[in-house]
């Protein structure tokens, strides 16, 4: 009978899950990886890369900087990598992109943004007003 991994374990393989899916690669492949690093069957390593997947979700929605530093650091992976490999042609594709991605994005007019969107937006600087020391 396998031994069932440790919290520390289990916290240590969602976290390299978690680092490999800044690399975007298909889940076939993560799944594959994890089997054979760990020895786990295939509903183990899925259940790896959904928790993983889940909690990546989960802090870029709590965090946007986050989700853009994110996806901002696997293009860089990407383009990286390409160039190592002599892939100029996408590498300059993965440039191009990560060069859009630091262009702020354009503004929204104001007839565009749902009332409610507004009066949460207010919401939350009036709370974050009061919880400021000299609110």
Do not use: C, H
């Amino acid at each position: 009978m396998a031994r069932r991994t440790t919290k520390a374990e289990r916290e240590r393989r969602l976290a390299e899950i978690s680092e490999l899916l800044a690399a975007r690669p298909p889940r076939s492949t993560v799944i594959a990886y994890a089997r054979k690093k760990w020895g786990v069957g295939e509903r183990a390593a899925a259940g790896y890369f959904a928790d993983a997947q889940a909690r990546l979700r989960e802090l870029a929605r709590n965090d946007p900087a986050l989700e853009a530093g994110t996806i901002r650091a696997s293009y860089e992976l990407i383009y990286r990598r390409q160039l190592s490999g002599g892939d100029l042609t996408g590498a300059r594709r993965t440039l191009d992109r990560l060069a859009a991605l630091q262009q702020p994005p354009e503004p929204r007019p104001l007839s565009e943004v749902p009332l409610e969107e507004i009066e949460a937006e207010l919401a939350r600087l009036e709370a974050k007003i009061a919880e400021s020391p000299q609110g």
